[in-house]
Antibody, heavy 118, light 110 residues
Framework: QVQLQESGPGLVKPSETLSLTCAVSGYSITSGYYWGWIRQPPGKGLEWIGSFYYSGSTYYNPSLKSRVTISVDTSKNQFSLRLSSVTAADTAVYSC???????????WGQGTLVTVSS | QSALTQPASVSGSPGQSITISCTGTSSDVGGYNYVSWYQQHPGKAPKLMIYDVSNRPSGVSNRFSGSKSGNTASLTISGLQAEDEADYYCSSYTSSSTLVFGGGTELTVL
């Protein structure tokens, strides 16, 4: 059974960098499939942040591209999200997920709430 | 990229059928058969209900079906049940190799 678990600080100060990690179990990231991040502001809809394939291809939401970096640590079977220069508008539940063929999400983590506040 | 357009809310009585629309452009919904639908109950992670326009993952009830015509995709739920009450989101692959979600639709079972 594929499982994804997000972890990281729940509170980030404005202008700082948000950093989250997604630990994957039950499936090796290097076995294939794409992996990605999605966020959902409280009471609002889903927003795709970005997706990657372990061997190199990475795609970002154009509206976040200048501030986002997704990286992978295959030795730990996990991947990470960094979002720089955060503001209150970045407050959201951040979720990681698996993408078969890069076009839909079949397994999701439970999500973690990150609040941007001083 | 702009979010796909969904109705904010729909409702139906138990046993009835409802349809949720998802409108995009020729650069996303209309250009590819790569529309997916997700069900989200409050406080829970989204669940994949339909992928590639009309395919159901294993374990998803056949009461859920998807279709597409031009730039608009649709999710139909037949034999509505109380447990279907949730938020529903569509998503599409785009010509820029990105993904875009719809704004979400709140389904109320009367």
């Amino acid at each position: 059974q594929v499982q994804l678990q997000e972890s990281g600080p729940g509170l980030v100060k404005p202008s700082e960098t948000l950093s989250l990690t997604c630990a994957v179990s039950g499936y090796s990231i290097t076995s294939g499939y794409y992996w990605g991040w999605i966020r959902q502001p409280p009471g609002k809809g889903l927003e795709w942040i970005g997706s990657f394939y372990y061997s190199g291809s990475t795609y970002y939401n154009p509206s976040l591209k200048s501030r986002v970096t997704i990286s992978v640590d295959t030795s730990k079977n996990q991947f990470s999200l960094r979002l720089s220069s955060v503001t209150a508008a970045d407050t959201a539940v951040y979720s990681c997920a698996r993408l078969p063929a890069a076009r839909y999400f079949d397994y999701w983590g439970q999500g973690t709430l990150v609040t941007v506040s001083s | 990229q702009s979010a796909l357009t969904q109705p904010a809310s729909v409702s139906g009585s138990p046993g009835q059928s409802i349809t949720i629309s998802c409108t995009g452009t020729s650069s996303d919904v209309g250009g590819y058969n790569y529309v997916s639908w997700y069900q989200q109950h409050p406080g829970k992670a989204p669940k994949l209900m339909i992928y590639d326009v009309s395919n159901r993952p294993s374990g998803v009830s056949n009461r859920f079906s998807g279709s597409k015509s031009g730039n608009t995709a649709s999710l139909t739920i037949s034999g509505l049940q109380a447990e279907d009450e949730a938020d529903y989101y569509c998503s599409s692959y785009t010509s820029s190799s990105t993904l875009v979600f719809g704004g979400g639709t709140e389904l109320t079972v009367l």
